[in-house]
């Protein structure tokens, strides 16, 4: 039988079914270097107020390094009866220490003790996310300032709207994966918060420091309510929100990998290194990376909604259903961390074929719009213009040719004011880098937005060090 910590007031074993039903282990062993950090700051703290000595401090903190050191190296034996990670150190300290190790959890509960790892765990990813993201977004504008003369469809309801730049297209992810890490940032204000000191749920009698171990343990603040601290998963729910829409953002750009694979687009091939053959059809190449990516947003969405529905309507302060709470965010961290990786790794390796984007371009009137433009230049009220174009649209449509393969004479047949000046105007070049409007797609604008994403991408690594 196993002794537990906790069965002074049992007579009765623990049925070995609910041992294994209880069990956490398996999931929060990956918990163990913050338990452990986390027991030698509260143990610090408790010498400093008198309540352990410094020999024992001593002998507790060489224990808890001896754990780490043997869960490292693969010596550790893990047991499932023991319940969960808290358990495991707690009960090979005794082994290692003797007595003293039953002082460490004086004014502690494994309450405080699972918020508390918790917090340091999502804390340290939540940064690596962050630094992850940071490389993903240099190569977004590496590969966008690589592309500043390869012109695409634009489209609007999959439909081909306007000519843009690749350079432009990609900066739009761009922009999606910075707001994902100013998100990740956010939260780590929330999350950045030390629950130690809580105790089960009302605090303690002893006369400890929070935020003395809140120094100690980094945190930027010490959490303000006792019951709230022990029943607050809020931090992880932000995080795997953020990670959610984080995924929304890749399922998206895995989406136009896919498409832009397939032979009706032609407008990338996959790196052979990033792709994967089928058993039967020998011609093929598959997109299964940006599939799986694509696919895997649902895995964290899910993560999402499991603890959104496990925190629901829990009474204060600490409810066992809360161990639910690492398997979807572990999952989330894992997912989320492979996608940035291999997203990052597998862009610089893309092939964009210019040519085929650039020719989806001549076909399907995409400078339409800039024919309105130009005779809204010469007076034509816009929405005049557009019928105008329309008409035009529909006569070259019934001559199997693209507005630009019309004559001056047959353009003039649908407004007087139109002269040669209109064929300049129609080019794709020109369609392209007259948008110059803010945010637009034209080449002096887009270089633009590279130069301010190159700096901004510099500042922020440099706040990056001074943090982590
Ligand atoms: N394994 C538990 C969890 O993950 C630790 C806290 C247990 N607390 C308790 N009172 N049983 O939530």
Redesign the pocket.
């Known amino acids: 039988m196993t002794q537990k910590l906790w069965d002074g007031r049992f007579s009765e074993q623990t049925d070995r079914t609910v041992e294994a039903f209880t069990s956490?282990i398996a999931i929060?062993r990956r918990l163990y270097k913050h338990d452990i950090q986390g027991s030698i700051a509260h143990c610090r703290m408790l010498a400093k107020a008198g309540i352990l000595t410094e020999e024992e401090v001593q002998q507790l903190v060489g224990g808890l390094e001896q754990i780490q050191e043997e869960i490292e190296n693969d010596r550790f034996v893990f047991d499932d009866r023991l319940?969960?990670i808290?358990m495991h150190v707690e009960s090979r300290l005794a082994e290692i220490v003797g007595g003293v190790a039953r002082k460490l959890h004086t004014a502690r509960?494994?309450?405080d003790?699972?918020a508390l790892d918790a917090r340091l765990y999502t804390r340290g990813q939540t940064w690596q996310i962050i630094h992850q993201l940071h490389r993903l977004r240099k190569v977004l504008v590496d590969v966008a300032a690589a592309n500043f003369d390869t012109i695409m469809p634009g489209y609007t309801h999959m439909q081909r709207a306007q000519p843009v730049l690749l350079a432009h297209h990609l900066m739009a992810y761009y922009e999606m994966f910075s707001r994902d890490s100013a998100r990740f940032r956010d939260a780590l204000v929330r999350i950045d918060v030390n629950p130690l000191g809580s105790a089960?749920l009302a605090g303690t009698t002893f006369p400890i420091d929070r935020t003395d171990t809140a120094e100690q343990l980094g945190f930027a603040e010490v959490a303000a309510n006792s019951m709230d601290a022990v029943a607050d998963r809020d931090f992880m729910l932000e995080f795997l929100a953020a990670a959610s829409i984080c995924m929304v953002h890749f399922s998206r750009l895995a989406e136009e990998l896919v498409l832009w694979a397939t032979s009706e687009f032609g407008f990338i091939e996959l790196p052979d290194a990033f792709s994967t053959g089928s058993s039967i059809m020998p011609q093929k190449k598959n997109p299964d990376v940006p599939e799986l990516i694509r696919g895997k947003a649902g895995r964290v969405f899910g993560d999402l909604v499991a603890l959104l529905t496990t925190m629901k309507g829990l009474p204060l302060a600490?409810n066992?259903d809360?161990?639910e709470?690492?398997g979807p965010l572990f999952s989330t961290v894992d997912t989320l961390r492979t996608c940035i990786d291999i997203t990052t790794r597998m862009l610089p390796q893309v092939t964009f074929n210019k040519d085929a984007m650039r020719n989806a371009t001549t076909i399907g009137f995409l400078n339409a719009t800039d024919m309105a433009d130009y005779l809204v230049g010469r007076g034509v009220p816009f929405r005049e213009a557009h019928a105008v174009v329309g008409k035009a649209v529909a006569y070259a449509l019934s001559q199997g040719k693209e507005l630009d393969q019309l004559t001056l004479e047959e353009m003039q047949t649908f407004s007087t004011v139109i002269d040669g000046a209109l064929f300049e105007a129609l080019k794709v070049e020109q369609v392209v880098n007259r948008r110059t409007s803010q945010g637009g797609t034209a080449v002096a604008v887009v270089k633009d937005a590279v130069r301010r994403a190159v700096d901004r991408l510099e500042s922020e690594s440099l706040y990056q060090e001074e943090q982590s």
């Open positions: 956490s929060d319940e969960d808290h509960s494994r309450n003790q699972v089960a600490y066992r809360m161990q709470d690492k």
